[in-house]
């Protein structure tokens, strides 16, 4: 009797294991459903379409009839939009059908028939794929589209060079968008630049109302300087040295494989009113900590807010200025593509406080922990620069390691527009700046453009001032006030 009941107890547990079992798998939901995150509402602008992460650092077009010239359109303009908007519906047609490896004297084969020209340097490099799903793997420095008669010629450059011929129509629309609503000539610097140093000198002391006089011309000043005016042969000499002349060229060495275009015609500019981004800091608290009841707040002595959660940081100073920090992650070594790491990068962008209009990649740095990428705003193809402006960012495989956002906004114009020193003299105030330094050697030239210089930053409104930017091997950037040279 006894066994009977233990078979029977023994059946029933059996069953009631089957069924439990299978009202775990297959039955009604638990009563409390966990919280799935939802990180689409965390993000603060939607991600970016992958052809539109990476934009051409300018964009030069060139027709047959003005051979030596170039139109030059910077990120941020407004012709620079529509043509690069145009380009990139012609540069999507690069797949692996058309396309084939040529050498340069191929290439020159080409530009020889073509009617123009409109090109595309990108800096960063942009991953072919990024406009062409499936196409060859190619990081794209430089995009040529040459017109011909009856068809076009793609050439994309990068490690290898390729080229496709694509037949159509051209129709007056397609040239149209792809041929420059407007003027924009620049000159391309290349080799040894012979400055002048006398002639920056010379037209200083005019406008401070000193005397300039010939050195060596054994006439009276006033008689000197007319003859010297006349032969174009006038030479600085400071009073308070005498006659003791002084070595008055100076030469640049523009960088290997460096590309600098200065505009030809006159560029106007004026002093401009920014204000600082208003980020929501609740929001942005909750796109960095998946748990924010978990980050401590402290409040330190400058004003700004501390949060962590042990592992990682966020600070937020009374500025706006956002810096992030995550430790841990910088001690691991998980190797990530270069455009994976783009693509994250933009995606933790529109996360970690958003795109603004006018934001551009100017910069991505592969490191042996990943990649470290730099963005900037630009205001009629002029970029913001100054001390923490714009926004630095290290990423892993794993995420970020380090986030710093400092970004401003156009309000206005203030006050009148003026035209920029050119660009001549600002390579001899930048020269004699360098030769402070480095007495008696040659310069090597990284970099020339115009821009807007944010001095310091504030809570409220600030100015922005145009200034030249000069960049010379072994020295820090100089910025040179677009009206006076002054350094800034």
């Known amino acids: 009797m006894m066994e009977k009941i233990k078979s029977g107890v023994l059946a029933f547990l059996i069953i009631l294991s089957m069924g439990l079992t299978y009202r775990l798998w297959f039955g009604a939901p638990p009563l409390e459903e966990g919280i799935k995150p939802k990180y689409e509402d965390a993000y603060f602008t939607a991600p970016l379409s992958l052809e539109e992460i990476i934009a051409p650092a300018e964009i030069i077009f060139w027709k047959e009839e003005e051979k030596e010239k170039e139109h030059v359109f910077r990120r941020g303009e407004k012709e620079f939009v529509r043509l690069l908007a145009a380009g990139t519906s012609v540069l999507k047609r690069a797949d692996k059908q058309i396309l084939s490896r040529i050498n340069d004297s191929e290439e020159e084969a080409l530009l020889k028939t073509a009617s123009s020209k409109i090109t595309f340097n990108f800096s960063p490099v942009l991953p072919l794929n990024f406009l062409v799903p499936g196409a060859t793997a190619l990081d794209v420095h430089r995009a040529d589209i040459i017109l011909e008669e009856r068809y076009y010629h793609i050439i994309l450059e990068g490690e290898d060079k390729f080229a496709g011929r694509i037949f159509m129509n051209l129709n007056e629309q397609l040239l149209n968008n792809l041929v420059p609503q407007r003027s924009s000539l620049h000159h391309c610097l290349s080799g040894v630049l012979t400055l002048d140093l006398a002639e920056l000198t010379c037209r200083e002391l005019q406008e401070k109302g000193r005397e300039i006089i010939p050195q060596g011309t054994g006439l009276p000043a006033d008689e000197a300087k007319k003859q010297g005016q006349a032969e174009g042969k006038i030479s600085a000499v400071n009073p308070a040295k005498g006659n003791e002349k002084e070595e008055t060229s100076f030469s640049l060495i523009v960088a290997n494989n460096s590309k600098l275009f200065v505009p030809v015609e006159e560029m106007q500019a004026g002093e401009i009113l920014l204000k600082k981004e208003n980020v929501d800091k609740e929001q942005l608290v909750r796109a960095f900590f998946f748990d924010p009841s978990m980050a401590r707040r402290i409040e330190e002595r400058d004003g ?185």
């Open 304 to 488: 700004a807010v501390f949060f962590t959660d042990g592992e990682k940081g966020l600070r937020i100073y009374p500025s706006g200025l956002v810096e992030y920090t995550a430790p841990k992650l910088e001690r691991v070594f998980t190797p990530v593509s270069y455009s994976t790491a783009l693509q994250k990068g933009a995606e933790y962008l529109g996360l970690y406080g958003g795109w603004l209009p006018g934001i551009y990649l100017v910069r991505a740095e592969g490191q042996s922990e990943g990649y470290r990428l730099f963005w900037e705003t630009f205001y009629e193809g002029l970029p913001i620069r100054g001390e923490r402006v714009g926004c630095e960012m290290a990423i892993n495989e794993q995420g970020v390691l380090f986030y710093q956002r400092n970004f401003y906004q156009f309000i206005e114009e203030v006050g009148a527009r003026q035209a920029f020193r050119p660009f001549e003299e600002a390579l001899c105030r930048a020269a004699l700046i360098y030769k402070k330094t480095f007495p008696g050697s040659e310069g090597i030239l990284l970099g020339i453009e115009p821009v807007y210089y944010l001095s310091s930053g504030g809570k409220g409104t600030v100015k922005a001032t145009p200034a030249w930017s000069v960049s010379i091997s072994g020295m820090d950037t100089i910025y040179l006030h677009w009206q006076t040279l002054e350094s800034l």
